[in-house]
C-alpha cells in the first residue's frame, strides 16, 4: 500500500519508445537477433513501448531456428518488466502472423484492433489501447500504428484514424500515436495537428522529424511520435551500436512531463 501510495504521488514523467523490430531479424534477414533486440529495449527501460512488425507466431521458424523462444515474441521482450502487454496481428499468412504491440509498465483500460486495410492485398491494422496511469483521473490513449506504403493507401488509413479518435477519444484526453508511419513525404502533419490537435516530439524539440530509415544510414523521416495533452522534455533516434545491428530502422525514444503545454 506504502509503495501505491508513493507512486501516485511521485509520477510526474512518462517514457516512450517506438521501433519497428523487424520481426527480431537484423537487415536482409541475416541473423535472428530478438534476443540482442530484449536487451537493448530493456535497457531503454521505457514506460510504453509501440512495436510494429513483432512476430506473433511462425510455425517453421520456430522449428528451423536455434533459440527461438518457446514464448511469444510479446512475452518474450515483455518478461520481467512490462507486466501488461496487447498484441494485435494485422498480417497472416501459412506458417503465421505478425502486427503491433504495446508494453506497458501500467494496466490497460482497453485495448482493440483496428483494420484500417484499404486494399485487400495491403493488411494494414491500428492498436488502440487505453491506461491507467497513477495519479490521473482519466484513462491515457496509446495508439500504435503501421501505416502502407502507397500514399493514397496512407491517406485512406489517415483518414480512418482521424474519424477513430474523434468519435472514441475525448478532446481534452491525453493522447500518443507512435509507429512506422511511411510517410515519405511527410503529408501527415498537417491533418493530425488541424483534425487532432496533435504535434510531433521531434518537430517540436528539434525543429524536423527525425531520419530512422534505414538504420546504419538514416535518411527517410518514416518514424513518428505524436502527442497531445503532454509537456515533451527530450527525445533521440536511437542509431549508433546496438541498434544500427539489428533492425532496419531506428528505435525513437521521448520522455513527457505530465503536466500538459
Known amino acids: 500500500m506504502l509503495a501505491d501510495i508513493t507512486l501516485f504521488m511521485t509520477l ?4 516512450v519508445l517506438s521501433y519497428n523490430m523487424h520481426k527480431g531479424f537484423s537487415v536482409g534477414n541475416r541473423s535472428f537477433v530478438l534476443p540482442e533486440i530484449r536487451l537493448a529495449l530493456h535497457k531503454v527501460n521505457a514506460d510504453l513501448v509501440f512495436l510494429q512488425e513483432i512476430q506473433g507466431q511462425h510455425l517453421q521458424n520456430a522449428r528451423q531456428i536455434a533459440g527461438w523462444p518457446e514464448l511469444s515474441q510479446i512475452e518474450y521482450l515483455a518478461k520481467d518488466l512490462w507486466p501488461y502487454h496487447a498484441y494485435a496481428k494485422n498480417a497472416v499468412y501459412e506458417h503465421g502472423h505478425h502486427g503491433n504491440a504495446i508494453l506497458s509498465k501500467y494496466p490497460f483500460v482497453s485495448w482493440e484492433n483496428l483494420n484500417v486495410s484499404p486494399f485487400s492485398w495491403a493488411s494494414r491494422s491500428v492498436l488502440h489501447a487505453s491506461i ?4 490521473l483521473s482519466n484513462p491515457v490513449h496509446i495508439i500504435c500504428i503501421h501505416f502502407g506504403l502507397l500514399a493514397r493507401e496512407r491517406r485512406r488509413q489517415m483518414a480512418m484514424l482521424c474519424r477513430r479518435i474523434n468519435s472514441h477519444v475525448p478532446r481534452d484526453a491525453v493522447l500518443i500515436i507512435a509507429g512506422d508511419f511511411n510517410d515519405w513525404s511527410e503529408q501527415a502533419n498537417r491533418q493530425f495537428h488541424h483534425s487532432l490537435g496533435l504535434r510531433e516530439v521531434f518537430q517540436v524539440m528539434q525543429g524536423s522529424h527525425v531520419q530512422s530509415f534505414p538504420v546504419w544510414l538514416p535518411i527517410f523521416r518514416m518514424d513518428r511520435i505524436y502527442y497531445r495533452g503532454l509537456k515533451p522534455i527530450d527525445c ?8 544500427r545491428l539489428l533492425s532496419d530502422h531506428a528505435a525513437l525514444t ?8
Open 254 to 261: 521521448a520522455n513527457f512531463s505530465l503536466t500538459s503545454n
Open 236 to 243: 533521440a533516434g536511437l542509431t549508433a551500436s546496438p541498434w
Open 132 to 135: 491507467q496511469l497513477p495519479g
Open 12 to 15: 510526474q514523467a512518462l517514457s
